[in-house]
């Protein structure tokens, strides 16, 4: 599996990695999830539906995460990414603390359909 970042995620990483120290080493846990899963699987993750692009959009609602000590998976942490199942490939939008941001960027993910 090739995983990519858009330049918008590193920016949200970083802000978060402040907080959250943890956060890259659960990302490694998530990449190596997502490498035998890569579609949604709820009520862990699920497709964004109404976006009219072709690649599939998933939001994985349930990321554990060590910094958020005794939460485990109900963290509140979220991951916005895009499958290409023919290029056996993902990209990552965007990430963020549901308790700083309601819902996922919409506008975000809809100026990176290509995924370049």
Request: aromatic letters at 10%; charged letters at 35%.
């Amino acid at each position: 599996m090739i995983f990519e970042e858009l330049i918008e995620f590193k920016k949200d990483l970083k802000t978060l990695l402040k907080k959250y120290r943890s956060l890259h080493a659960d990302l490694e846990i998530v990449k190596k999830v997502l490498t035998i899963f890569p579609d949604e699987r709820p009520p862990f993750s699920f497709r964004i539906n109404n976006l009219e692009l072709e690649a599939c959009i998933i939001k994985v609602k349930k990321i554990a995460c060590k910094s958020l000590k005794g939460r485990g998976v109900n963290s509140g942490m979220r991951l916005i990414y895009a499958y290409f199942r023919d290029e056996n490939r993902i990209v990552f939008i965007e990430i963020y603390h549901k308790a700083e941001k309601e819902i996922e960027d919409r506008l975000r993910i809809k100026q990176h359909s290509e995924f370049s």
